[in-house]
């Protein structure tokens, strides 16, 4: 199993529509969330970044995190075509031991909005 | 400020043939980590450098390496291509400091093993 799941989709919406994006996670240690962007042929973007659990709002985009749950959310409001890309959610926890972090990457959710 | 820069963009080559890649961090940024993109396994970490030493490794065979100068920049280096090495590789830098640790990634390198 593994330790971030997240459906590939794809999905596909119309525009104006809400999206809600979904990851699940199994590792406890996880205090870290993050939501990347990546168009085709481009590295990924950093959406949203939050600590434990909670809501975060940044213009159209909302992130959630439930941590009794171990699961994650992004929702984009009112969706443009501009918004078609590949979402992937990331965790990661302090490493006590020489300090740094690495992330743990969902599979990533292919979304098309389209007009 | 700049982003993250990784040169060369794309690159061919041959089975049994090494590759280094290079990666520049945002300027003032000290960690620079490396993942590997496939469409099969999805972004897999590599390592992590911070201030010139490995400060964390993922599960990837020896052939697989890396430096960092102490300018921050960062070179990956892989011996003996196998065709299973075809990905994109991300670096990606942070600051990690005051208990941030936001990832920024550079565009990728695109390896071709043939």
């Known amino acids: 199993q593994k330790e971030v799941e997240q459906d590939p989709g794809p999905l596909s919406v119309p525009e104006g529509a809400i999206v809600s994006l979904n990851c699940t996670y199994s590792n406890s240690a996880f205090q870290y969330f993050m939501w990347y962007r990546q168009y085709s042929r481009k590295g990924p973007e950093l959406l949203m970044y939050?600590?434990?659990?909670g809501n975060k709002e940044d213009g159209r985009f909302t992130a959630q995190v439930d941590k009794s749950s171990k699961y994650i959310s992004l929702f984009i409001r009112d969706s443009q075509p501009s918004d078609s890309a590949t979402y992937l959610c990331a965790m990661s926890h302090i490493i006590l031991t020489g300090g740094g972090n690495k992330l743990t990457f969902g599979t990533g959710t292919q979304l098309k909005v389209e007009l | 400020k700049a982003g993250v820069t990784q040169t060369p963009r794309y690159l061919i080559k041959t089975r049994g043939q090494q590759v280094t890649l290079s990666c520049s961090p945002i300027s003032g940024h000290r960690s620079v980590s490396w993942y590997q993109q496939t469409p099969g396994q999805g972004l897999q970490f590599l390592f992590e450098y911070f201030s010139e030493t490995q400060r964390n490794k993922g599960n990837f065979p020896g052939r697989f390496s890396g430096r960092q100068f102490s300018n921050s920049r960062s070179e990956m280096n892989v011996s003996t291509l196998e065709l299973g090495d075809s990905a994109l590789y991300l670096c990606?830098?942070?600051?990690?400091?005051?208990?941030?640790?936001?990832?920024?990634f550079g565009p990728g390198t695109r390896l071709t093993v043939l």
């Open positions: 939050t600590y434990s659990s």
């Open positions: 990606a830098s942070s600051f990690t400091a005051g208990g941030r640790n936001e990832q920024f």
